[in-house]
């Protein structure tokens, strides 16, 4: 008969893909975690997973004992912390990604929890770039995207979007461009993707406008200051600017043809194969971020 701890070490290899990561997350030998891994595999007389040096992949069998596992891990964890006496039991680390235009309006709610929960420390990673939550060693995103991996989900907290914007003084020397088509002629401040290369166009409706970057940073908020200095055009989330544009420092520009619209996601592991420290910050950020940020967005 498996054991539960048998079905615990097998799912955190299939979760981190990495023999190593799971052995770190469980405080196991990296040893004991790969000899558990070969007594399952021994003790049902089937091939779990297909390993090479540099990848990881789930056999047939494999894939079916991953859905019962996760079932019992889920079962053994909500009994683990339905017996815990007080919230600050909860240890451990939380390693948390953020996109840079959420972070300063979150800071309240992550220091809240801190306070709440003096025992977990959070790690938070807060950037624009899109992470891998398994190759990053990530165990929550809150980020402006709505693409996700395999065995994620995205709670969607608040709706978002984007709005082209220049300064007064940049308009009265360039000229307000009046179609996509004139954005050629003008000078835009630009993100970087991914790779952290220069983007070169921005998104309008189901078709792409190719830009000129007078600027390019991952860094929405230097683009607002820059923006609001004059240097040129900016396509960039609405709750940075709103407060730009009542007091009269930025415009917006082309409103009909440039405003994006999006949302901003958490993003977490679709189980509830996750420590309870991790679990706990998932349902405080669901249960308060949401207000805050749309708070934000409204400027009220």
């Given at each position: ?11 955190r ?18 040893a ?11 003790k ?12 990881m ?23 683990e ?15 948390v ?25 959070l ?98 908020h ?22 730009h ?56």
């Amino acid at each position: 008969m498996l054991d539960t701890e048998e079905l615990l070490v097998f799912s955190r290899i299939v979760a981190t893909q990495s023999l190593a990561r799971a052995a770190v997350e469980l405080r196991l030998p990296r040893a004991t975690v790969s000899r558990r891994l070969s007594g399952l595999e021994a003790k049902l007389g089937v091939r779990l997973l297909r390993r090479t040096t540099r990848s990881m992949a789930l056999t047939d069998a494999g894939r079916e004992l991953l859905r019962h596992a996760h079932a019992v891990v889920d079962a053994a964890l909500a009994a683990e912390a339905s017996v815990r006496r007080r919230e600050d039991d909860l240890r451990g680390n939380v390693r948390v990604s953020i996109g840079r235009a959420s972070a300063a309006g979150l800071s309240d709610v992550l220091a809240d929890f801190i306070v709440a929960h003096p025992s977990v420390r959070l790690l938070v990673h807060v950037s624009d770039r899109s992470v891998d939550l398994q190759r990053d060693d990530i165990d929550v995103a809150i980020r402006a995207s709505s693409k996700i991996a395999p065995g994620l989900v995205a709670r969607q907290l608040t709706p978002a979007h984007l709005v082209a914007v220049a300064a007064p003084s940049y308009l009265t020397r360039h000229g307000t461009p009046t179609s996509l088509e004139a954005l050629k002629e003008h000078r835009c401040l630009l993100g970087l993707d991914e790779r952290m290369k220069p983007r070169t166009h921005w998104p309008a409706g189901k078709r792409k406008v190719t830009v000129r970057g007078a600027v390019h940073s991952d860094d929405p908020h230097l683009l607002t200051q820059l923006c609001v200095r004059g240097l040129g055009i900016a396509l960039l989330p609405s709750r940075l600017v709103d407060e730009h544009i009542r007091r009269g420092d930025l415009v917006v520009v082309l409103a009909d043809r440039l405003r994006v619209e999006g949302a901003i996601f958490l993003v977490y592991p679709e189980r509830a194969l996750m420590p309870p420290q991790i679990r706990a910050f998932v349902d405080w950020i669901r249960a308060r971020a949401p207000a805050v940020l749309r708070t934000r967005a409204e400027g009220t």
